[in-house]
């Protein structure tokens, strides 16, 4: 199976700030890899996928990059409903596998 | 508008079985594939199943091997989780998602999620 590790877990940042969030996968997987955005009580979001296409309606603030192994989700100037859970996730192989995911807090 | 809703959720006993549906409108159901994704309580994502636009291929967790099934009836545009033998560590809040497209694509779109409860 390959494993996703996300970094950081967590992070505290302040309204308007920029924040990188790093996802590794354990083997390379292309460019097979998706991120999500989950308020608390509610389904997880499609933010991005194949790395670094934005599904429609995401807001261009939201960039993603990488290839491989190493991933990076960039989110620029943040704003309070910013402030919520991301996962990296990749569909390269069966498993597919979650990163543990990274809280964004604000500081 | 994709639309998915899910149901059939509840608290089972250890041991017991429950049939999770998930209710699809707004695209042609039958291509696309589906997953089931679950969340315990406080935790990560963790996908479940995969099933394929036309119901014939399926592929399962080790965690959930042999004890559950998915499938999917097309012409309902319904997707289902058969869960047996249910152990506490199923507790979870279970989403089903649409794939873009078939297998080695991700999801585009997730339903609300139905919590199951395996407690005695």
């Known amino acids: 199976d390959i494993q996703m590790t996300q970094s950081p877990s967590s992070l505290s940042a302040s309204v308007g700030d920029r924040v990188t969030i790093t996802c590794r996968a354990s083997?390379?997987?292309?460019?097979?890899l998706a991120w999500f955005q989950q308020k608390p009580g509610k389904a997880p979001k499609s933010l991005i996928y194949?790395?670094?296409t934005l599904e429609s309606g995401v807001p261009s603030k939201f960039s993603g990059s990488g290839s491989g192994t190493d991933f990076t989700l960039t989110i620029s100037s943040l704003q309070p409903e910013d402030f919520v859970t991301y996962y990296c996730?990749?569909?390269?192989?069966?498993?597919?596998?979650f990163g543990g995911g990274t809280k964004v807090e604000i500081k | 508008e994709v639309q998915l809703l899910e149901s059939g959720g509840g608290l089972v006993q250890p041991g017991g079985s429950l049939r999770l549906s998930c209710a699809a409108s707004?695209?042609?159901?039958?291509?696309?594939?589906m997953i089931w994704v679950r969340q315990p309580p406080g935790k990560g994502l963790e996908w479940v199943s995969i099933?394929?636009?036309?119901?014939?291929?399926?592929d399962y967790a080790d965690s959930v091997k042999g004890r559950f099934t998915i499938s999917r009836d097309n012409s309902k545009n319904t997707l289902y989780l058969l869960m047996n033998s249910l152990r506490a560590d199923d507790t979870a809040v279970y989403y089903c998602?649409?794939?873009?497209?078939?297998?080695?694509?991700?999801?585009?779109?997730w339903g609300q999620g139905t919590l199951v409860t395996v407690s005695s």
């Open positions: 998602a649409k794939q873009k497209w078939e297998l080695r694509t991700a999801s585009d779109s």
């Open positions: 707004g695209f042609t159901f039958s291509n696309y594939a």
């Open positions: 099933i394929t636009g036309s119901g014939g291929s399926t």
């Open positions: 083997q390379g997987i292309s460019n097979y």
């Open positions: 194949a790395a670094s």
């Open positions: 996730q990749q569909y390269n192989s069966y498993p597919l596998t």
